[in-house]
C-alpha cells in the first residue's frame, strides 16, 4: 500500500457516483468503487487506471450489511484505511396508493437508508480512532417534502437526511466531518426513467462538479439547484392545502 488517501464510493458503477470517483481519483484518492454491476465498474476501474490513478472494484449490495463490511474490509487491506466514504447508491420506484407494496418500501429503505447506515457503522470506528475522516451522504430534496408518488423513495431520503444531521452535531470535534447532500433532479440513468417533468434538471457534469466541490469544502450540507431548494424549503411553511395544489401540479406526468 503506497499513495494517497482512501476513498470508498457507492453506487459508482453509474451516474453520479461514477462522476464522482473519477474526479476523487483525479485529486490522488485511491477509490474503492462499490456498486452490485460488476462490469460497469471494472469499466470505470480501468479508466481510472489509465488516466494514472488506483481503483479498486468492490462487487457489493449496500442493503446486505455483511456485504458493506465486507467490502470495507477488503478496500482497507489492499488500499488502505477508508479516509472518506461518499455513500451514494440508491434507488427509486414509485409508490402507488392503489398498489401499496410494504415490500417495496422496505427494499427503498434497505439500499437508500440502511445502505448509508451500515456503510457508516463499518468505517466509522476506524475514523474516530484515527481522529479524522470525512462522511459525506447523498440524500435528496425529496426527503424535504413529500413528492407525488415517491412516498416510499421519500420516506427513505428523510431518514437519510437527518441520521446524517444528527451524526453530524454529534461528532463535533472528534475530527470526523459530515457532508450531506440533497440534489434535486439530475440527468442520470435513475431519472431517465422518468415520465414526469423534472422542474430544474440539472445535467451531470453540472451535478457531480457542484457535489465535488461541496465534498473538497467539507461543507455540512449542500443543497441543489437553489430554485427548487428555495422552493422545498419554503413549502415546509406554506399552508399545507397549497403545498399539495402546487407539488401536484409540478410533478404531473408528461403524458398527460
Ligand atoms: N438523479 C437524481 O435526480 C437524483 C436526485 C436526488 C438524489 N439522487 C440520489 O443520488 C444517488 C445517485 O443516483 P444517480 O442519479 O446517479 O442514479 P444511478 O445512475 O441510477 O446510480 C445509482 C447507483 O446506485 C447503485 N445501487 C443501486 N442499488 C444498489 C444496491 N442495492 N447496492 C449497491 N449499489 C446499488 C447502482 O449500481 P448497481 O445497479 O450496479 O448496483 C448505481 O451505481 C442516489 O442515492 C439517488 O437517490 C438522485
Not at 77 to 103: F, I, K
Not at 141 to 147: D, E, T
Not at 223 to 228: D, G, I, K, N, V
Amino acid at each position: 500500500m503506497s499513495g494517497g488517501p482512501v476513498a470508498l464510493i457507492t453506487g459508482a458503477s453509474s451516474g453520479m457516483g461514477r462522476g464522482l470517483a473519477m474526479r476523487l481519483a483525479a485529486d490522488g484518492y485511491r477509490v474503492g468503487l462499490a456498486a452490485r454491476r460488476a462490469q460497469p465498474l471494472e469499466e470505470l476501474a480501468a479508466d481510472i487506471r489509465s488516466a494514472g490513478g488506483e481503483a479498486l472494484v468492490l462487487q457489493c449490495d449496500v442493503s446486505v450489511r455483511e456485504d458493506v463490511y465486507a467490502a470495507v474490509e477488503r478496500c482497507r487491506r489492499e488500499l488502505g484505511d477508508v479516509d472518506l466514504l461518499v455513500a451514494n447508491a440508491g434507488q427509486s420506484e414509485m409508490t402507488l396508493v392503489d398498489e401499496l407494496d410494504s415490500g417495496m418500501i422496505e427494499q427503498l429503505m434497505g439500499v437508500n437508508f440502511f445502505g448509508v447506515v451500515y456503510a457508516v457503522e463499518a468505517v466509522l470506528p476506524g475514523m474516530l480512532s484515527r481522529g479524522r475522516g470525512q462522511i459525506v451522504g447523498v440524500s435528496s430534496l425529496a426527503g424535504y417534502g413529500g413528492l407525488p408518488r415517491t412516498a416510499g423513495y421519500s420516506a427513505a431520503k428523510a431518514a437519510v437526511t437527518k441520521f446524517l444531521e444528527s451524526l453530524r452535531v454529534d461528532l463535533r470535534g472528534r475530527g470526523v466531518d459530515v457532508t450531506v447532500i440533497s440534489p434535486g433532479y439530475v440527468r442520470t440513468p435513475m431519472t431517465d426513467r422518468n415520465l414526469h417533468s423534472m422542474p430544474f434538471l440539472v445535467e451531470l457534469d453540472d451535478a457531480v462538479a457542484r457535489i465535488h466541490r461541496a465534498i473538497v469544502k467539507r461543507a455540512r450540507a449542500y443543497h441543489f439547484p437553489w430554485p427548487l431548494a428555495s422552493f422545498v424549503w419554503v413549502g415546509q411553511i406554506f399552508p399545507r392545502r397549497m403545498y399539495d395544489w402546487i407539488v401536484s401540479r409540478i410533478n404531473r406526468d408528461k403524458a398527460r
